[in-house]
C-alpha cells in the first residue's frame, strides 16, 4: 500500500471522508420490490373511493394529475414498466370520464409521452419542467397552468414532497419515497 492509499485509509475510517459508494450500498438500504408495491398500494387505496364520491359531486373537466418517475412508471426497480397500482388508478380515472394528466421534473414530454402510453397509461396531457426552474416551482407551474386551461385537478400522486407543494389540486397521495432514495 503507497502512502496516498494509506493516509485515504486512515481517513475513512476515521470518518473524514467518505468513501466512495457503490451501486449495492445505495440500493441495499431500499426495500424489496414486493414491499415497494405493497408501501405504493397502501398509498394510493383510498385514491378509488375517494375518486368516487369526487365524480359523483360533479364538476368540469375532472382530472387527476400523477408524476411520472417511481410514481407512474418503475424507475428504480423495473426501468419503464407501470407501477401497476399507480396505473389501476389512472385507467379507473379514465373509464369515468376523468383526464389523465402528467406533470413531471423532466424537461422533455415526448419520450415520456411514448414510455407512457407504452406502459399502458392514457395520456391527456404533460407539463414538464422549463429550464433552470425548481422541481417544486415547475410542478406548481403546471398544475396551475393546467387550471388555466379549465381541469380541475382532483388527485395529485406523486412520490416526492415537491409532488405535492403548492396548490391546484383537491387532494394529493403521497407514495414511498424512503428518504428521497426513489426520486
Given amino acids: 500500500m503507497n502512502v ?7 481517513l475513512a475510517v476515521a470518518g473524514l471522508i467518505a468513501a466512495p459508494a457503490t451501486a449495492s450500498a445505495a440500493t441495499s438500504e431500499l426495500p424489496s420490490y414486493d414491499q415497494w408495491q405493497a408501501d405504493v398500494r397502501a398509498a394510493v387505496d383510498p385514491a378509488i373511493p375517494w375518486l368516487t364520491d369526487r365524480v359523483a359531486k360533479g364538476g368540469s373537466r375532472l382530472a387527476i394529475v400523477l408524476d411520472i ?17 399507480v396505473l ?10 376523468m383526464s389523465v394528466l402528467f406533470v413531471t421534473a423532466r424537461t422533455s414530454s415526448s419520450s415520456a409521452r411514448t414510455q ?6 392514457r395520456v391527456d396531457a404533460i407539463c414538464t419542467r422549463k429550464s433552470g426552474e425548481g422541481t417544486a416551482q ?9 387550471t388555466r386551461q379549465g381541469y380541475t385537478i382532483t388527485a ?25 432514495q426513489l426520486s
Fill in 156 to 180: 395529485n400522486i406523486g412520490n416526492r414532497s415537491t409532488d405535492l407543494e403548492g396548490g391546484d389540486y383537491e387532494k394529493g397521495f403521497k407514495l414511498p419515497d424512503y428518504d428521497g
Fill in 88 to 97: 389501476a388508478v389512472a385507467q379507473w380515472a379514465g373509464q369515468h370520464q
Fill in 138 to 146: 415547475g410542478k406548481q407551474r403546471c398544475r396551475a397552468d393546467l
Fill in 4 to 10: 496516498k492509499s494509506a493516509c485515504a485509509a486512515i
Fill in 116 to 121: 407512457l402510453s407504452n406502459a399502458g397509461y
Fill in 69 to 85: 418517475d417511481n410514481t407512474s412508471l418503475e424507475t428504480e426497480y423495473h426501468p419503464g414498466a407501470p407501477n401497476r397500482p
